[in-house]
T-cell receptor, first 114, second 112 residues
Framework: GNSVTQMEGPVTLSEEAFLTINCTYT??????LFWYVQYPGEGLQLLLK?????DKGSNKGFEATYRKETTSFHLEKGSVQVSDSAVYFCALRVQETSGSRLTFGEGTQLTVNP | EPEVTQTPSHQVTQMGQEVILRCVPISNHLYFYWYRQILGQKVEFLVS????????KSEIFDDQFSVERPDGSNFTLKIRSTKLEDSAMYFC??????????FGPGTRLTVT
């Protein structure tokens, strides 16, 4: 079956530190990969995506590269801000499923201190 | 910017009671979803809905669950007889054909 594994959290960083949140996946078929972010009191928001191997998704200074050889999609940001404090979810979608369901990882709580 | 809304934000109910969680998807979206997240666990897919019928459901979505689009705007999830283990955050999502899913803020369901 399909599954997503994220690095254990929570993660606490100082402002301007480098961020990496690891994500690996197992999938049948050819998945699209996503990072969603959830700010306090809000719903899940799409942060970035990649639909095929070697694609790089990027948004708001965050990046993730679809690595088929290592089945990974690690999230990175060079310099985090206090406003980046949120829960980050890695997810995949396999096109063959008729409903296009998303399969999520556990989520990683990020706290950025000033 | 259009958004998915959900009501109520928090629902407390007693075991064995029926609950209905409500969602208003984005108006021109055609595909609708429910997910849930038990505290400390992963976000799990429950069901997808398109063209007034279920297109896919997970093993979690048993006979105690049902979904409905009673009018042109609402999308509801009903749990007929709640159990303690149904306590979770429930997320609604919607999308257009070929586009990504947009999520609502969630309803926290507490079963006592």
């Amino acid at each position: 079956g399909n599954s997503v594994t994220q690095m254990e959290g929570p993660v606490t960083l100082s402002e301007e530190a480098f961020l990496t949140i690891n994500c690996t996946y197992t999938a049948t078929g050819y998945p699209s990969l996503f990072w969603y972010v959830q700010y306090p009191g809000e719903g899940l928001q799409l942060l970035l995506k990649a639909t095929k191997a070697d694609d790089k998704g990027s948004n708001k200074g965050f990046e993730a590269t679809y690595r088929k050889e290592t089945t990974s999609f690690h999230l990175e940001k060079g310099s985090v801000q206090v406003s980046d404090s949120a829960v980050y979810f890695c997810a995949l979608r396999v096109q063959e499923t008729s409903g296009s369901r998303l399969t999520f990882g556990e989520g990683t709580q990020l706290t950025v201190n000033p | 910017e259009p958004e998915v809304t959900q009501t109520p934000s928090h629902q407390v109910t007693q075991m064995g009671q029926e609950v209905i969680l409500r969602c208003v998807p984005i108006s021109n979206h055609l595909y609708f979803y429910w997910y849930r997240q038990i505290l400390g666990q992963k976000v799990e897919f429950l069901v997808s809905f398109y063209n007034n019928e279920i297109s896919e459901k997970s093993e979690i979505f048993d006979d105690q669950f049902s979904v409905e689009r009673p009018d042109g705007s609402n999308f509801t999830l009903k749990i007929r007889s709640t159990k303690l283990e149904d306590s979770a955050m429930y997320f609604c999502a919607s999308r257009q054909d070929g586009y990504e899913q947009y999520f609502g803020p969630g309803t926290r369901l507490t079963v006592t």
